[in-house]
């Protein structure tokens, strides 16, 4: 009996490490003179107190000087990769030699980055010198040049063949925050951008709101999604370029797949598997919403035209629900979201309701699917190709999952959960309306197989909620644009 109960309490113990410090593993915090990520090094003055956070990246206590960061940033000798322009007849990428390897505190999100010059947006002033002070309450990014282009996409086991590799100028990047003081051991990574870094804890992470739902469909790889969300995605570029710049190992350089790898883990941590399974995951994901709630705050927005920009606003939400912290939601009116500027209240052509609009693409587009599609002109035309190819497609399991997490009336804009319902929906009541212009067959599925086994199992039973009633319309108004009202049809 004796050996049980010494059993049964040594159990215990180990349950209650698990909970207290969700690693279940001793960071080792002491001083170091230099650190290594993802193949970047930072060589300080002198040693200095470091530790890392529960996702791995790094923290110093500082003020601290940083007298070296390997591979050296500057100029190469040459650039030989060919400029290849996109559909549009548009890149973001030029021959310039200046910068490579290249550091930012980032402090705004905007339209410059001082990573790479081979990128359109580059601005010499953004990028930092050697040797850097780096004061406390800010985070240090430093990257690793792509030398030669193409290469292979983040997502490329999801991606189809032709789109299997990108040109983006950025292999790799790694953060460090410089802090007052230590942080606890279970503590989240503050958001690279800005100077506000609050600690938020994964002892706070709500599990019981989780939903367990039996798996639909055929799971993906829990490891392959938990890299997907291993390393900081550096999203503070308010533009199209951003497609040509980001790291190829850190994140997704278009938003349909920046959306749709958000989707397919926000279902996979609702299944009904061990808590152990699903940990990793589960912090991956919440720091990706902390880390985009930092950018939001310090002026960054999603709403480029096309499919840019969408995937941003669920893991913010997530974040804020499964930490049980509100404030984490309260997001400026600045910041504002494609899946809410793309979705309105209308009338459709054939009587849809729940409307899709790109709202800009070089420059304002009109609402298309108020028109009969005889009286599409091109722009018209685009507008509905880039509705089949680049948003529903990553928006369902996001939305799925709000429903699961009475997330409705967090989110605020309601036509967004009406307008995937409308483009999942198996049935088709419009049919006769539709005349000779049937419904598209890419409607009522997604690009990804779980996404939507998952959600013809689980539609039907989601949670009642109340819905935000706060029914907007994002609209050009000649010099700017504005929310407008627009009540549901």
Known sequence: MKRKSIIYSLKIILLLLIINNISATTIKVEKRKEITQYGITWTFDKPALTGQFITGDWWVIGPVTIIKITPEPGPVKTDDNKLINNRWGDTSLKLDPRMRNGSMIVLRAGFDQGYDSRNGSYKESSTVKLSLDLPTDRTLVSTISNMILPVDNFCKNIMWSDEKQSRVTLKTAAVLTCLKEAPPSDAFRPPFAGTEKTIFRARDIKWDLLPKLKPAGEVPSWQEFEAYFSRCWIDHLMSWEQQELVPNENMPNYGREHARVVSIASLMVMLDVPKEKKEKLVIGLIQHGIDLYGTAMVGGYWNEGGGHSSGRKWPILFASLMLNNPKLSELPKTAIF????????????????????????????????????????????????????????????????????????????????????????????????????????????????????????????VPEQQYSGNDLMWVWQGRSWAWLPNPKQ
């Open 338 to 461: 494609q899946e809410d500027t793309q979705t309105y209240y209308g009338k459709g052509w054939f009587g849809q309701t729940a409307l899709y609009w790109m709202v800009q693409h070089h420059g304002p587009r009109e609402r298309y699917e108020e028109k009969q599609p005889e009286q599409w002109e091109q722009w018209d035309k685009t507008t509905e190709s880039y509705r089949i190819c680049c948003n529903a497609v990553g928006w369902t399991g996001t939305a799925l999952a709000a429903r699961y997490m009475k997330a409705i009336k967090l989110w605020g804009h309601d036509v967004y959960f009406d307008y995937v319902d409308r483009w999942m929906r198996p049935d088709d009541p419009y049919k006769a309306a539709r005349g000779k212009h049937p419904r598209p067959a890419d409607e009522t599925k997604t690009f990804d197989p779980f996404v939507t086994a998952m959600w013809q199992a689980y539609r039907s039973s």
